[in-house]
């Protein structure tokens, strides 16, 4: 059975940073994309981040790149998040999800409970 | 990045009686290689999302065959032939076409009567 157990979110203050992980397990972690999707209390998803398989390529919404950035190590089966210059728009449950494919990947086929991350001074 | 608008907002079913949801996306959603990056999740209370419907039509694992999904293009629909209360929620449709830029719709809020 697939487990993602997201951990790291928390308060910080508006231009803070924190960092995101994700406990992967059930599956051949190294052979899948990973990704990063938040939601806001009360609104819709949004996709944050995505890294292939082997860590090689990465992807960033436009409303996170510059400030996170992706990263995995296969050899401890764990995503990460590291989030810089935080901004209040930050504030959300930051989802860790499974993708169906190492590379070419289409959709998310398992996703973790999430981890809140609140920015307020 | 592609806008995927969803109607409507929210959706009061008795249980037994069908449903649909729309989602039109503001570009194509066939690739190249045949295939259209249409995806349905549902949302229920308190958890995460869980993926119902892939590429338009083919339900995933476990999901019942009282979902089904339909279109083409920039138009689709999800439709529950007989609602359930364990299917409340909010659906969201999802496109993959643009990637990096995915991009989810806004949302359907499902309750029952």
């Known amino acids: 059975e697939v487990q993602l157990l997201e951990s790291g979110g928390g308060l910080v203050q508006p231009g803070g940073s924190l960092r995101l992980s994700c406990a992967a397990s059930g599956f051949s972690f190294g052979g899948y994309a990973m990704s990063w999707v938040r939601q806001a209390p009360g609104k819709g998803l949004e996709w944050v981040s995505s890294?292939?398989?082997?860590?090689?390529?990465?992807y960033y919404a436009g409303s996170v790149r510059g400030r996170f950035a992706i990263s995995r190590d296969n050899s401890r089966n764990t995503l990460y998040l590291q989030m810089n210059s935080l901004r209040a728009e930050d504030r959300a449950l930051y989802y860790c999800?499974?993708?169906?494919?190492?590379?070419?990947?289409?959709?998310?086929?398992?996703w973790g409970q999430g981890t809140l991350v609140t920015v307020s001074s | 990045d592609i806008v995927m608008t969803q109607t409507p907002l929210s959706l009061s079913v008795t249980p037994g009686q069908p449903a649909s949801i729309s989602c039109k996306s503001s570009?194509?959603?066939?690739?190249?290689?045949?295939?259209?990056?249409l995806y349905w999740y549902l949302q229920k209370p308190g958890q995460p999302p869980q993926l119902l419907i892939y590429e338009v039509f083919n339900r995933f694992s476990g999901v019942p065959d009282r979902f089904s999904g339909s279109g083409s293009g920039t138009d689709f629909t999800l439709r529950i032939s007989r609602v359930e209360a364990e299917d409340v929620g909010v659906y969201y449709c999802m496109q993959s076409r643009q990637l990096p830029g995915l991009t989810f719709g806004g949302g359907t809020k499902v309750e029952i009567k």
């Open positions: 890294i292939s398989g082997s860590g090689t390529t990465t």
């Open positions: 999800a499974k993708t169906n494919r190492g590379y070419n990947w289409n959709y998310f086929d398992s």
């Open positions: 570009q194509s959603l066939l690739h190249s290689d045949g295939k259209t990056y």
